[in-house]
């Protein structure tokens, strides 16, 4: 189950998702599930989501 602000990676092609809204069901690219990223993993796309308001 996906939970707001998450981070997920894809560990074949390099997908990433962020969460905006959180749900039931898992993350799924590729066929295999992908991968929560947490901690330092996850701060170099912290500062590339768009601000909220902004075009």
């Keep these: 189950m ?3 602000s998450e981070v997920y990676k894809c560990e074949i ?3 990433v998702v ?3 809204e959180g749900g039931d ?3 799924v690219c590729c066929g295999e599930e992908m991968k929560l990223l947490s901690g330092a993993d996850r701060k170099p796309f912290e500062g590339r989501l768009p601000k909220p308001g902004s075009p």
Aim: charged share 25%; proline share 0%; with cysteine.
């Design 13 to 15: 092609c390099g997908n």
């Design 18 to 20: 962020f969460v905006l």
């Design 25 to 27: 069901g898992d993350l």
């Design 2 to 4: 996906a939970k707001e």
